[in-house]
């Protein structure tokens, strides 16, 4: 599941300026189920620790995988601290790739913004016109019905 979210930051990341704000809806909604997955994975994850300490009275507190993992025989020791730091490498690389494609969408959306404002409050000037007899005109971006 981390995997998948990673790719879709990476496509989201790759399309920033390319792709359609349908694509990048699509994207957003494979992310958030993604997401949704993951939290019903810990949800699960939390609850078998709970069980841990019927079946390891001794457990030291708190009980995390780093002592789950001192606990383990070897084989599974091995097996649990590879996927551990696969599991932290993906994470710090999910944590990056969205951080960036935040930025990212900030300062589109800040540019968006601000040609909407141009665009709807105009930047001050006058805008020109043409008059009935074609000649150009300026008016404070208003016609005047007589002059159409």
Same mark, same amino acid.
Not at 55 to 69: A, D, E, G, N, R
Not at 108 to 123: C, N, P, W
Not at 138 to 144: A, D, I, N, Q
């Given at each position: 599941?981390?995997?998948? *979210?990673?790719?879709? *930051?990476?496509?989201e990341a790759s399309g920033f300026g390319v792709l359609s704000g349908n694509e990048l809806l699509r994207i957003q909604r494979v992310?958030?189920?993604?997401?949704?997955?993951?939290? /019903?994975?810990?949800?699960?994850?939390? %609850? *078998?620790?709970?069980?841990?300490?019927?079946?390891?009275p001794q457990q030291p507190s708190p009980f995390t995988l780093s002592v789950i993992i001192q606990?383990?025989?070897?084989?599974?020791?091995?097996?649990?601290?590879?996927?551990?730091?696969?599991?932290?490498?993906?994470? %710090?690389?999910?944590?990056?790739?969205?951080?960036?494609?935040?930025?990212?969408?900030?300062? /589109?959306?800040?540019?968006?913004?601000?040609?909407?404002?141009? *665009?709807?409050?105009?930047?001050? /000037?006058?805008?020109?016109?043409?008059?009935?007899?074609?000649?150009?005109?300026?008016?404070?971006?208003?016609? %005047?019905?007589?002059?159409?």
């Amino acid at each position: 599941m981390h995997q998948a *979210l990673w790719e879709q *930051l990476q496509e989201e990341a790759s399309g920033f300026g390319v792709l359609s704000g349908n694509e990048l809806l699509r994207i957003q909604r494979v992310k958030d189920k993604i997401v949704e997955q993951v939290i /019903r994975q810990e949800e699960k994850r939390i %609850s *078998l620790v709970d069980q841990f300490p019927r079946l390891w009275p001794q457990q030291p507190s708190p009980f995390t995988l780093s002592v789950i993992i001192q606990m383990a025989p070897t084989d599974q020791a091995k097996a649990l601290q590879y996927c551990f730091d696969e599991l932290q490498n993906i994470l %710090s690389e999910i944590r990056i790739l969205a951080e960036r494609n935040s930025l990212e969408s900030s300062a /589109r959306l800040k540019s968006v913004e601000a040609s909407m404002r141009f *665009l709807t409050e105009g930047s001050g /000037r006058q805008q020109a016109t043409y008059s009935g007899s074609g000649e150009l005109q300026h008016s404070g971006g208003k016609v %005047s019905r007589t002059s159409v």
